[in-house]
């Protein structure tokens, strides 16, 4: 099979889906410049589309997410390139309203807002506290909201192509660090259906969730815990709205013992989530408290040093598998 | 400019009963059986003329004092007293409250941050143009929202994506209880329509219902043609506070008598009866239809069931998909 990168299958998703159905359009800022962006745009998008349907724009983060609902509710289906997620701050009411229309009509003539929002992910770029902030708790918080965090090229493809055709509001974080990940892509189309996790890596002894990029760094530590003897397993629950906690249960019914790993807050993270919902349903079977690993609440720093300091590393979750098993 | 008798009598027509909707309202907001809070929008009726320009198909969104676009776009006062008393058969089962919906008649309701609204029309806009079928956007919005960001975003990019939209200010020099003069350096809202290339026109009398309408029209049809959109401010006044039960300390008695000898709906009325198109008989049959509407819709609300309380997780997400 093909191999493509991790963008490239992104942006086949944007353009089938475009030439699939009239209805989607795709905005954002720079999104036809070539050589700006880490992600490069699929050539000549603007010549086969036009300006109707590629509308490219300046700093407009507002008008990007609220135009774009408008637009899906009046019956389009736009993508919104927010190019790095932290730029979906200025938009969060936009976003999170988005998610709040159909309820908020009481599922009026069934309203839906079908709308796409991608964001790359900017943890380790040196971006600091402003653009290395990860908010995918932000998003999973409260309801409306579908949350797909992709980390291979195949699931991107096959998910994006999914969100695209949801009837809710999407929330699309691929991650900047895998966007240059090269991996199998078939010619032939396919979809891969939301809440629906992978397990990457079988192990016995214990569970780790890993969300986006965290896949990498958990699939390393395993490889590295293995000449221990330590027989890990590797969870990518894909999208966190909808959650395959059945996936994960199964797992640590089997492990008795969970990691999960994040880049986001610690507080009220991702994390905390899974450890409850797990504790919930297997308090019995768990052989050791459940360790989280992401970002102690701190501003994460541009100095090397310092941001290993303050985000995962493969070290610390060796560590945090290890103390499940002491 | 000739317009309908078809369509002025039908503004009148509307008049009436947003009026009557709106002082039935605010009895109602003593009652202490509604869900939620009644915004009146008494005085500045002279807006459900630009509504009734509008075919089925075109977009709209309103402010806090929404009655007139509801009524005027084709929504049954059943449905909308409904929703504010939290009944299962209210427009959105009870949800919503007086951010009203209706999407089959471009309705979306209304974004409780003060401006939302105004990247949600230009939105409605771009659906507008790519379907190509000369649809049109009518976004109301009042002179507090406009000093919100939101404003500019949609406003630059719905003129140069030259998008069908007629932004509508319903100034009425109160942005709760703060006046005009302390929420603008400048004194027509329609100023700000140069700095994006778009014509802006302030009707210094809001209340004289046929320039609203020709207006309105002008624009309206200027946005149909693809030529791009266009900012209209009129001036008016709230009659009411800013919801019921504002004392309305920051404002004059005197003012508001001012404002009420202006009445839209008063002198429309003797416009029409000057034209020869409306009788006191007309009149008369008109109020009395419009309060048995009103009654009628009060009964129905008050006889409307509760919804369920597992009625509150319903609809959250679509299930559905393309």
Not at chain 1, 43 to 57: L, Y
Not at chain 2, 138 to 159: K, Q
Request: proline residues 5%; aromatic residues 8%.
């Amino acid at each position: 099979m093909r191999e493509i990168y991790l963008y490239e299958g992104m942006y086949e998703a944007i353009t089938e889906e475009m030439r699939r159905d009239e209805k989607v359009f795709l905005t954002g800022e720079s999104i036809t410049a070539e050589g700006i962006l880490p992600i490069r745009p699929p050539k000549g998008i603007m010549e086969e589309f036009g300006e109707n349907r590629v509308r490219e724009t300046g700093i407009i983060e507002q008008m990007l997410a609220a135009g774009s609902a408008g637009a899906a509710m009046a019956g389009m289906r736009p993508i919104v390139d927010f190019m790095q997620v932290d730029f979906m701050f200025p938009a969060w009411n936009e976003i999170v309203q988005s998610g709040l229309w159909r309820s908020g009509h009481g599922g009026a003539e069934n309203l839906s807002v079908p709308v796409v929002y991608i964001g790359g992910i900017m943890a380790y770029s040196g971006g600091g506290f402003s653009h290395a902030r990860v908010p995918i708790a932000n998003v999973w918080h409260g309801p409306g909201l579908k949350l797909v965090l992709p980390t291979t090229p195949y699931d991107t493809k096959g998910l994006l192509k999914t969100a695209v055709r949801d009837d809710n509001p999407v929330v699309f974080l691929p991650h900047r660090l895998q966007y240059r990940t090269k991996g199998p892509v078939p010619e032939e189309e396919y979809l891969i259906p939301f809440g629906e996790a992978k397990i990457r890596r079988e192990g016995k002894d214990v569970t780790i969730v890993a969300i986006s990029y965290m896949v990498d760094l958990s699939l390393e530590t395993a490889e590295a815990l293995e000449q221990e003897h330590i027989s890990t397993e590797v969870i990518d629950p894909r999208t966190l709205e909808p959650l395959d906690i059945d996936t994960i249960l199964a797992s640590v019914e089997k492990t008795g013992r969970l990691v999960v790993v994040d880049e986001d807050y610690i507080r009220c993270g991702v994390g905390a989530e899974i450890a409850f919902q797990v504790q919930e349903k297997l308090f019995k079977s768990l052989k050791a408290p459940v360790q989280r690993v992401g970002n102690p609440n701190t501003p994460v720093p541009v100095a090397r040093k310092l941001m290993e300091a303050v985000m995962p590393t493969k070290e610390k979750i060796a560590a945090a598998v290890k103390k499940t098993l002491a | 400019m000739g317009l309908s008798k078809d369509l002025l009598l039908r503004t009148y027509r509307d008049m009436v009963r947003t009026r009557t909707l709106d002082y039935q309202m605010i009895r109602n907001s003593r009652s202490g059986k509604m869900a939620t809070g009644w915004h009146s929008g008494l005085g500045e009726e002279s807006i459900v003329g630009p509504v009734a320009l509008l075919g089925k198909d075109d977009y709209v969104t309103y402010t806090h004092r929404g009655a007139y676009v509801w009524i005027a776009k084709g929504m049954s006062m059943k449905e909308i007293i409904a929703e504010f008393y939290g009944k299962a058969t209210g427009s959105a089962c009870g949800k919503g409250g007086s951010h009203i919906a209706k999407p089959s008649l471009g309705i979306f309701g209304r974004s409780g941050m003060q401006g939302g609204h105004f990247p949600l029309a230009a939105g409605m806009g771009i659906a507008a143009q790519m379907r190509g079928q000369g649809q049109a956007v009518l976004s109301f919005f009042g002179d507090g929202c406009a000093t919100r960001a939101p404003l500019h975003e949609a406003m630059n990019y719905a003129s140069i994506w030259k998008l069908p939209i007629l932004w509508f200010c319903e100034n009425n020099g109160q942005s709760m209880s703060v006046k005009l003069n302390k929420t603008w350096a400048i004194e027509d809202i329609s100023q700000i329509a140069k700095s994006y290339a778009m014509p802006g026109v302030t009707i210094e009398d809001g209340n004289d219902v046929i320039a609203v309408i020709e207006a309105a029209q002008e624009f309206l049809d200027r946005a149909r043609r693809g030529e791009g959109p266009g900012l209209l401010e009129i001036k008016t006044y709230r009659w009411r506070g800013h919801h019921e039960g504002d004392p309305m300390l920051y404002r004059t008695k005197e003012e508001t008598e001012e404002w009420m000898k202006k009445d839209p709906l008063k002198r429309f009325e003797q416009v029409l009866q000057s034209q020869g198109l409306l009788t006191q008989e007309d009149i008369q049959r008109t109020q009395t239809e419009a309060d048995t509407e009103v009654a009628e819709a009060q009964k129905f609300t008050e006889e409307s069931p509760d919804p369920l309380p597992e009625d509150a997780f319903n609809a959250i997400y679509a299930t559905s998909h393309s």
